[in-house]
């Protein structure tokens, strides 16, 4: 039996045409499958990069629009106070403005006494009354200026604002930027600089 089986495998080894022609075949399956699964592979990395390369600019998309959402939040807290400042200066300029009023009528009260006096009390007092007026204009002018400026810059702001709709506070806020001096007057060149293009 184990010589008849000898001489099996010996005429197997003698006819090694058949096994070479199946072992191509093999590595040709074998070579096939490979390239397959490097092609899947492959695949398989770049979907995972892309996937990564999505949360990366997800995480700095949140993170520019939360340094921005802070930095408005800032400037409206600036202006806010900046109103109000110039609120109260405008009160004490009214006040001063009345004050200057009260002091006039109670020197014409005293004309009577001296003609000269008069008139050299009447011009002080009109001088006075002219330079509250005037600061207290200016301030006005600021005060209006700088509520177009913030206007314009919540405007500008809104992504769904139109072109068209920016028009008009931007128009309101060029004729006051005469009155804006400073960061102010160089936030309004930067905001009017980003609409023009």
């Not at 398989?44 to 939360?66: D, E, G, K, P, W």
Request: aromatic share 6%.
């Amino acid at each position: 039996m184990s010589e008849f089986k000898r001489r099996g495998d010996e005429a197997e080894e003698v006819s090694p045409a058949p096994e070479t022609a199946e072992t191509k075949e093999k590595k040709e399956k074998q070579s096939e499958t490979a390239v397959w699964r490097y092609i899947i592979s492959l695949f398989i990395v770049v979907v995972i990069v892309m996937v990564l390369s999505y949360f990366v600019q997800q995480r700095h998309n949140n993170s520019a629009i939360t340094a921005l959402t802070e930095q408005h939040s800032e400037f409206t807290i600036q202006a806010m106070q900046n109103i109000e400042r110039l609120q109260t200066s405008n009160e004490d300029l009214t006040r001063r403005l009345e004050d200057s009023e009260a002091k006039e009528r109670e020197l014409e009260a005293r004309l009577e006494e001296a003609l000269a006096q008069q008139e050299l009390a009447q011009q002080a007092a009109a001088e006075a009354a002219a330079a509250a007026e005037s600061q207290l204009n200016e301030q006005r002018m600021k005060t209006e200026a700088l509520a177009k400026l913030l206007e314009l810059y919540m405007a500008a702001q809104d992504e769904n604002a139109a072109a068209e709709d920016l028009e008009e506070p931007l128009r309101a806020a060029e004729a006051l930027s005469g009155y804006l001096d400073g960061a102010y007057a160089e936030l309004f060149g930067s905001i009017k600089q980003q609409l023009q293009e």
